[in-house]
């Protein structure tokens, strides 16, 4: 459950990013690293494989947006250590939108201290770079 509120947190405090290269050929592929980007923490390559609208696409909000996925990362990273790190992600189900655009993305966390989390959800979008996870 805590995992699945660390994912809106970081919805929320990312909401002005915007994705700047680096996609995945599957949404499958885009939303797992998503998780486990958490636990590496790796604010960077976040901001690489997530998308939002272009107007954000500033340095200065970049910059901004980079701090504040610091701080995140950094806590979610505390929290898998507490659980021994991530054992395992696999992906429960995939739901595509009509025009396969958009795709859902249900994952299953299962940590290494024996904690399963999910399915939670991970909404992704295809772009031009590939997919991302949109927020």
Same mark, same amino acid.
């Given at each position: 459950?805590?995992?699945?509120?660390?994912?809106?947190?970081?919805?929320?405090?990312?909401?002005?990013?915007?994705?700047?290269?680096?996609?995945?050929?599957?949404? #499958?592929?885009?939303?797992?690293?998503?998780?486990?980007?958490? %636990?590496?923490? /790796?604010?960077?390559?976040?901001?690489?494989?997530? &998308?939002?609208? %272009?107007k954000d696409n500033t340095p #200065?909000?970049?910059?901004?947006?980079?701090?504040?996925?610091?701080?995140?990362?950094?806590?979610?990273?505390? %929290?898998?250590?507490?659980?021994?790190?991530?054992? /395992?992600?696999?992906?429960?189900?995939?739901? &595509?939108?009509?025009?396969?655009?958009?795709?859902?993305? &249900?994952?299953?966390?299962? &940590?290494?201290?024996? %904690?399963?989390?999910?399915?939670?959800?991970?909404?992704?979008?295809?772009?031009?770079?590939?997919?991302?996870? #949109?927020?």
């Amino acid at each position: 459950m805590k995992q699945l509120k660390m994912f809106f947190a970081v919805m929320f405090f990312v909401v002005v990013a915007v994705a700047c290269g680096g996609g995945a050929d599957e949404p #499958e592929a885009v939303a797992k690293e998503f998780i486990t980007v958490f %636990e590496k923490g /790796d604010s960077k390559r976040l901001l690489d494989i997530i &998308y939002l609208d %272009e107007k954000d696409n500033t340095p #200065e909000a970049k910059a901004m947006i980079e701090g504040k996925l610091s701080m995140m990362v950094g806590m979610a990273q505390e %929290e898998m250590k507490s659980k021994g790190g991530i054992k /395992d992600v696999k992906v429960d189900s995939v739901e &595509y939108n009509s025009d396969k655009t958009k795709a859902s993305v &249900y994952l299953i966390v299962t &940590y290494k201290d024996g %904690e399963v989390s999910g399915p939670d959800e991970v909404g992704t979008v295809k772009t031009k770079d590939g997919w991302k996870v #949109e927020l």
